[in-house]
C-alpha cells in the first residue's frame, strides 16, 4: 500500500509525503513558488516512463549516455480540467539502436507504465524520440 498526505503550510502552499518520507512542496496560488497538483502528476508521468526506459535499455546493453523525457500537455476547458492530449517526448543520447529505443519507449506505454495507463483513461498520449549521439 502507498500512503500520501498534504498538509498546508500557508498562502496557497501545502507539503506533500508519501510513503516513501520524501516531501515535495506545492503550490495553488496565481503566483507560484512551486509545481502545481497537477504538474506534479504530469513530472510523475515522465519519471515513471523515464525509468521504465532507462531499465529496459540497460536491460538491452545499450549504450545510451542520457535520457530527458518532456511532457507537453493540453487540458480540458471545464472542471476537472483533466489532461485530454499529452506529446511525450524522448531525447536520448548514445549510440543507442533505434529499433531498441522505439520498442523500450513502447513497452513502457503499452505494458509497464502505470502513470500513463491511468492518465489514457482521459488523454490521447503521442510520443516522439530525439537521438543524439
Known amino acids: 500500500m502507498i ?3 498534504t498538509i498546508w503550510s500557508d ?3 501545502f507539503v506533500g509525503e508519501a510513503s516513501s518520507g ?3 512542496v506545492l503550490d495553488t496560488g496565481e503566483v507560484k513558488t512551486a509545481s502545481t497538483p497537477i504538474e506534479v502528476v504530469l513530472i510523475g508521468l515522465c519519471g515513471c516512463t523515464a525509468s ?3 531499465g529496459i535499455l540497460r536491460k538491452k ?3 545510451f549516455t542520457g535520457l530527458e523525457v518532456v511532457a507537453q500537455a493540453e487540458r480540458a476547458g471545464e472542471h476537472p480540467k483533466v489532461f485530454t492530449q499529452i506529446k511525450l517526448i524522448y531525447r536520448v543520447r548514445g549510440k543507442v539502436a533505434h ?3 522505439e ?3 513502447r513497452l513502457s506505454k503499452e505494458k509497464y507504465c502505470s502513470v500513463s495507463a491511468m492518465l489514457e483513461k482521459t488523454a490521447k498520449i503521442e510520443f516522439e524520440i530525439e537521438y543524439s549521439e
Open 99 to 101: 529499433k531498441a529505443m
Open 61 to 63: 546493453r545499450e549504450p
Open 11 to 13: 498562502k496557497d502552499r
Open 3 to 5: 500512503e500520501a498526505k
Open 22 to 24: 520524501h516531501a515535495v
Open 103 to 105: 520498442d523500450a519507449v
Open 52 to 54: 521504465d526506459v532507462v
